[in-house]
């Protein structure tokens, strides 16, 4: 079974800096998806960005990029120039790309405090 | 195009009760997977439906939750003979068949339940 982990339970950055949240996950396939989800003291579940596994290009969302290492099995979130409406818990998620497990597996999440 | 549509968003029931949760999945989607957020947690899925078919159960509990996918209406999960350890947020999520997003889950407000 797929396990995805969220090391830093909480990260807190000024408003316009950077920061990275990690995330690692272990698999034994070859193909498969990755996502950053936020969801903000509304509960709903926003898709930040995706990865698919068999591009080595890192994805790119405006201020959001992704740094995927997958010999590392590693899948970092960037936010760049942070705003106070970052402010949510993120959750890093994987998705196989194979028949039947369709299911997303999620970290614990992390909680993104931007400081004004 | 409206996004997916869960009701109640919050439900209170007594322990032994039951509880019913709907879902309604974006026009055009055909898949629908239902997920459990306890507090202080991750989302943890439960079950993959098609129309008039359970793909992936695998994490449902195996007693007092069942899930069904209609010809015609929304998505349920129910939860029969409630208990306190029931007490979550519960998301649904649909995706398409095909096309762009066809790897994308696109997840609904949630359900908050409370069991007395």
């Known amino acids: 079974a797929q396990t995805v982990t969220q090391s830093q339970p909480e990260m807190s950055v000024q408003e316009a800096e950077t920061v990275t949240l990690s995330c690692t996950y272990d698999?034994?396939?070859?193909?498969?998806?990755l996502f950053w989800y936020k969801q903000p003291p509304s509960r709903q579940m926003i898709l930040v960005i995706r990865q698919e596994a068999y591009k080595q290009q890192n994805a790119t969302e405006n201020r959001f990029s992704v740094n995927f290492q997958k010999a590392a099995k590693s899948f970092s979130l960037k936010i760049s120039d942070s705003q106070l409406g970052d402010a949510a818990m993120y959750f890093c998620?994987?998705?196989?790309?194979?028949?039947?497990?369709?299911?997303?597996?999620f970290g614990k999440g992390t909680h993104l405090i931007i400081q004004p | 195009n409206a996004g997916v549509m869960q009701n109640p968003r919050h439900l209170v029931r007594r322990r032994g009760q039951e509880a019913r949760l709907r879902c309604s999945p974006m026009?055009?989607?055909?898949?629908v997977y239902w997920y459990r957020q306890l507090p202080e947690e991750g989302l943890k899925f439960m079950v993959y439906?098609?129309?008039?078919?359970?793909?992936?159960e695998s994490g449902m509990p195996k007693e007092r939750f069942s899930a069904e996918f209609p010809k015609e209406g929304p998505s349920i999960l129910r939860i029969q003979q409630v208990v306190r350890g029931d007490s979550a947020a519960y998301f649904c999520?649909?995706?398409?068949?095909?096309?762009?997003?066809?790897?994308?889950?696109?997840f609904g407000p949630g359900t908050r339940l409370t069991v007395l």
């Open positions: 999520a649909s995706s398409p068949t095909s096309g762009d997003t066809h790897n994308e889950q696109f």
């Open positions: 998620a994987y998705r196989s790309a194979g028949g039947g497990a369709d299911g997303l597996t």
């Open positions: 026009k055009g989607h055909s898949h």
């Open positions: 439906l098609q129309k008039e078919n359970i793909i992936d």
């Open positions: 698999t034994s396939e070859s193909d498969y998806y």
